[in-house]
């Protein structure tokens, strides 16, 4: 190849003055750490599409969801280890925490389950043995839920695995994360609760 053949290969692939045309990868946002994630891609996508909406709060929502399904998926697999779907293991918890009985209106309120839900998951755990009702002491007519001997040996074994799960979850996070998340988090669920935060 002759010096001019060189001279003209070089120059043909150089790119124009104005650079190629912008695509995901160039717009994606800047991440605070090396590793990035699906939602950065995302992100990035909405960008170069429309570019007029700011889609930064896809950033911690579509996050937030992600991890919610992540999380939830490991530890229904936990409670399937002891013979329980997530709301049967739900209602264990409550009444384990409550140390008491408790009515199944104060069940269904502390789960945010429907009563009809909430009866179906009891029926399940008195035909496993896991719970019984009880007559009221006051009113014959109401049945508090009380959990069973074998109710509270699952419930207390199965919430000490749960809870070596959420720390293995929690692994990646040293402790000041966590405990900036914690209050984060806290922060938004209150606002939330409290009817601060209004959709458009």
């Known amino acids: 190849m002759t010096d ?19 695509d995901a990868t160039d717009a994606m946002p800047d991440a605070t750490e090396d590793a990035r994630d699906a939602v ?6 909405w960008r ?3 570019p ?8 911690v929502v579509g996050r937030m ?16 280890d002891f013979g329980l779907g997530e709301g049967e293991f739900d209602v264990l918890a409550t009444l384990r925490r409550a140390d008491g009985p408790l009515q199944p209106g104060e069940l269904a ?12 998951r009891l029926d399940r755990l008195v035909a496993a043995g896991l719970v ?19 109710g509270r040996a699952r419930i207390d074994e199965a919430y000490a ?18 405990a900036a998340l914690a209050a984060i988090l806290r922060r938004w669920s209150v606002a939330l609760d409290e009817g601060d935060v209004a959709t458009s």
């Open 109 to 120: 309120a502390q789960t945010m389950v429907t009563t009809g839900g909430m009866t179906k």
């Open 48 to 50: 170069v599409v429309r």
């Open 161 to 178: 695995a749960h809870l070596a799960d959420e720390r293995a979850l929690l692994a990646p996070l040293d402790d000041a994360d966590r």
């Open 65 to 80: 969801h992600r991890v919610g399904d992540r999380l939830r998926e490991r530890l229904i697999a936990r409670y399937r």
């Open 4 to 22: 001019d053949m060189r001279q003209r290969a070089s120059t043909d692939a150089m790119p124009d003055a104005a650079g190629p045309a912008p």
């Open 52 to 59: 007029d909406l700011d889609s930064s709060p896809v950033e």
């Open 132 to 150: 019984t009702r009880e007559a009221g002491a006051s009113d014959g007519r109401t049945r508090a839920v009380v959990l069973t001997r074998e």
């Open 40 to 45: 950065d891609a995302i992100v990035a996508q």
